[in-house]
């Protein structure tokens, strides 16, 4: 396994200072264990070429917080709510070989589908495609989608008919000058502005996956407007949708570095913080 | 949900009933709602807004108070989110009546990331170094019991911060809303709400209706005090898409009905005629005029007509001055 960096050591030692005695990660500082930074840790440290044998703890805690019938919730005291996290699980596990619960993680994942609803004039997509819900029981939406797909992908499914159907979903919500809203490309005739985060996830699922054509666009759009993106989550996923498709990143990844050895402690989204690591590592976490 | 689940819930429910701040009271009318000029977001009015707070009996000696902005998304020239010099106004004026601590948070509806929200260094830039900011979205949560039965749900996680806090303020931006006519201190409400726990948009809320949602929360959440951001409000296809629309008025009140009727006065709305908020006058005080002592500048100097969606202008009424 590769050694780190100097510079990745200190972001990953300081990752490693938010770590409870649980073992697990919290989102803010000081914050109690929760299932998104403790996973995001994992791979940001899997991604930096840190011994499996540092993430133990971390991993334990994360198996620990899979349900019998395989999802994942947000912590320990709410294991039913935020099942969508189970994408994000699925990953970790796949990273990390562990078999077991990545299987598990996969059937619950393979069942969890999003209601469809009839087309609405109004709103220029596909509202009988089925994706992956926020919420059992709801419409699916780009970023659980773009993380199911990842999972599959990652996992040897991504010809499952659920991925054919979820990648049909995510492309049908590209905003037609580029990138995807959170939500919808466009209401009425006027398109919705591109969130950078939702654009990064939603490239970095359909990478290998889909014709380069109608996601040139976007990244084209990422590209150009790179200087445009302050955040470091913005900034992260940017980098990690760039490089995956083979883009120059240079000049973006000096100011994610640069943000975040300057980021305040108690701004410091854990999560995000490991988004970070994973961009700056280069290493392809998301995609095979 | 199985029993494991079930546990867990009720053992949260119990630590939930410890928040004395969420039994919902029902104070009776008069109701003071103060209309503050502010022709533009140039001035501090933390003073005046101080005055007015202290003037509605509101003791912050000592407490932990929780700001609770509106921020859906940003957008370079649609006034969608509750401006940040009337939150920092907000705040300093929490300061100067004693808080002992003063948090603004928020879940964003749209937007994961807290850059684009509280975290924003265009807010954090001109606040007091005493007022903390916190991401609502991605943190704890405490289950508290479904005080309303329309939406079915058991329980609602509110963000932890909110939970802790001894006073919550709502400040919402005054806007039309293409569901619901007009989205305001109430509708403001599913912003203590976590992201990660109900999905970007809350659409959990939208499939078990978004009036009935309202209204469970509004049972369910003891709202001490509401600011709305009526200096430059949004018409037409809001709460996102619409356009900017001057009224050059806060609207302060302890009561959140009776600040959304007045604010939808405003906006020239009959408020009897938009469902949500004439349910909502079932148990909370302050829908009918009558019920309402209008404090402060003459309304008649900031009545509006917003426009709105085809389907609301029969919601309209008027004049109301």
């Given amino acids: 396994m590769e050694q780190p960096s100097i510079g990745a050591a200190a972001f990953v030692s300081r990752l490693l200072s938010f770590s409870r005695p649980d073992g697990g990660f919290p989102y803010y500082r000081g914050g109690s264990s929760s299932a998104e930074p403790t996973i995001l840790a994992g791979l940001a440290l899997f991604a930096a070429g840190i011994p499996a044998g540092r993430a133990e703890r971390l991993l334990s805690w994360a198996g620990a917080l899979q349900n019998a019938d395989g999802s994942l919730g947000v912590n320990a005291g709410c294991r039913g709510q935020g099942l969508w996290l189970t994408a994000q699980a699925a990953v970790l596990f796949h990273h990390y070989g562990l078999k077991e619960n990545l299987a598990k993680a996969l059937d619950f994942l393979v069942g969890l589908k999003s209601v469809t609803a009839s087309n609405n004039p109004r709103i220029k997509q596909d509202n009988t495609l089925a994706g992956w819900p926020w919420v059992p029981g709801t419409f699916g939406w780009v970023e659980p989608t773009a993380w199911a797909l990842v999972a599959l992908q990652l996992s040897g499914l991504g010809d499952h008919p659920r991925a054919l159907e979820g990648r049909k979903l995510v492309l049908d919500r590209r905003i037609p000058s580029g990138g995807w809203n959170y939500g919808n490309p466009a209401l009425d005739d006027r398109e919705l502005l591109p969130f950078w985060d939702t654009t990064g996830l939603a490239l970095t699922s359909l990478c290998g996956r889909a014709d380069i054509g109608p996601l040139r666009p976007s990244i084209d759009m990422l590209e150009k407007r790179q200087g445009e993106i302050e955040s470091l989550c913005g900034i992260a996923w940017t980098v990690i949708a760039l490089q995956s498709y083979g883009r120059e990143t240079a000049g973006l990844r000096i100011r994610l570095r640069d943000l975040m050895a300057s980021s305040a402690d108690e701004d410091l989204h854990a999560g995000n913080y490991s988004l970070g690591l994973i961009a700056l590592s280069g290493k392809k976490v998301f995609s095979a | ?321």
């Avoid at chain 2, 933390?46 to 998304?73: C, I, Q, T, W, Y």
């Avoid at chain 2, 404090?295 to 202008?313: H, I, L, Y």
Wanted: contains cysteine; glycine residues 10%.
């Fill in chain 2, 1 to 321: 949900m199985n029993r494991r689940r079930f546990l867990e819930d009720a053992a949260m429910l119990a630590n939930a009933a410890a928040f004395s701040g969420f039994a919902q009271t029902a104070p009776s009318p008069p109701c003071p709602v103060t209309l503050l000029p502010m022709s533009g977001y140039g001035r501090d009015l933390s003073r005046e807004m101080a005055a007015v707070m202290s003037e509605d009996g509101l003791d912050l000696r000592g407490k932990k108070v929780l700001l609770k902005p509106n921020f859906v998304e940003a957008h370079p020239e649609r006034p969608i989110n509750t401006h940040i010099s009337v939150i920092a106004g907000a705040a300093h004026a929490c300061l100067r009546l004693g808080a002992a601590e003063v948090v603004i948070g928020e879940a964003s509806g749209h937007r994961r990331d807290p850059w684009f929200s509280v975290l924003n260094p265009s807010l954090r830039d001109i606040l007091d170094k005493k007022v903390r900011c916190v991401d609502l979205n991605h943190g704890d949560a405490v289950a508290l019991r479904n005080a309303g039965r329309r939406t079915g749900l058991p329980v609602f996680y509110v963000a932890a911060p909110v939970a802790r806090a001894d006073v919550l303020v709502s400040m919402p931006k005054m806007k039309t809303h293409h569901w619901m006519a007009v989205t305001l201190c109430l509708k403001n409400l599913f912003g203590i709400l976590p992201g990660v726990y109900y999905g970007w948009p809350k659409n959990l809320l939208h499939f078990r209706g978004i009036d009935n949602s309202i209204l469970d929360l509004a049972r369910t959440v003891k709202v001490h005090y509401n600011i709305i951001d009526g200096v430059v409000g949004m018409e037409g296809d809001g709460p996102i898409m619409g356009k900017a629309k001057p009224v050059g008025a806060l609207v302060l009140s302890r009561f959140p009905l009776a600040a959304d009727a007045a604010a939808a006065r405003i906006m020239g709305f009959e408020p009897h005629r938009i469902p949500y908020l004439l349910q909502a006058g079932r148990f909370l005080p302050g829908l009918k005029k009558e019920d309402v002592v209008l404090r402060g500048e003459n309304p008649s100097r900031f009545a509006s007509r917003f426009d709105c969606p085809e389907e609301f202008k029969g919601m309209r009424g008027g004049p109301f001055w």
